[in-house]
């Protein structure tokens, strides 16, 4: 997968007609699509400066064979989801980025082990959130840490995420997930 640089995201976002907010989230989703990895990047870019993190933005394979929803395993459409976060709890325990504003996902329901764009599109508030993997170490494949969240795999690239959130005056975040190109 590649990094992006900030020019060239912010080249993307203008042919896109997305915002380029001073303060944002960005998702790359990996074309390689590896299954149960950790293959994608997540970026904060904070007026100037822009850090890089190993992530998803694919649900694990647990949740894709076994659906929590019987509809399928949420699949984040790639968009723009202006002001969609904010800071809260993860599934009450631990601060993250939790869902604050209806968003679209596909619903992959096929039960197999690649996360895919595919199924009907269901916009709503699903408690897709932005957090952490394991607490303590790095984690090496999703599995049950996503059932469709955008999830940091570096628990201290995580504590890098929120503190530049906490810091940041804002209320809501923005996120923005596109496909690598």
Not at 116 to 137: M, P, R, V, Y
Not at 141 to 148: F, M, T
């Amino acid at each position: 997968m590649k990094k992006y640089s900030y020019v060239e995201l912010e080249n993307k976002f203008k042919e896109l007609g997305y915002e380029w907010p001073t303060f944002h989230i960005i998702g790359t989703r990996s074309l390689a699509n590896e299954k149960n990895k950790f293959d994608d990047y997540i970026y904060v870019v904070n007026g100037p400066i822009m850090y890089v993190f190993s992530g998803t933005t694919n649900p694990g394979t647990h949740w894709l064979k076994n659906l929590m929803n019987p509809k399928g395993c949420a699949v984040l459409k790639p968009g723009q989801y202006v002001d969609s976060w904010k800071l809260g709890l993860h599934q009450g325990k631990y601060k993250a980025l939790v869902q604050a504003k209806p968003i679209t996902v596909y619903r992959d329901n096929n039960k197999n082990d690649l996360a895919e764009e595919q199924g009907k599109e269901d916009t709503g508030l699903f408690g897709i959130n932005i957090h952490h993997a394991n607490s303590s170490a790095i984690s090496t494949i999703i599995d049950k840490w996503s059932a469709g969240c955008q999830v940091l795999n570096d628990p201290e690239q995580f504590k890098t995420l929120l503190s530049s959130c906490e810091t940041s005056g804002r209320k809501a975040f923005t996120y923005t997930l596109l496909r690598e190109f």
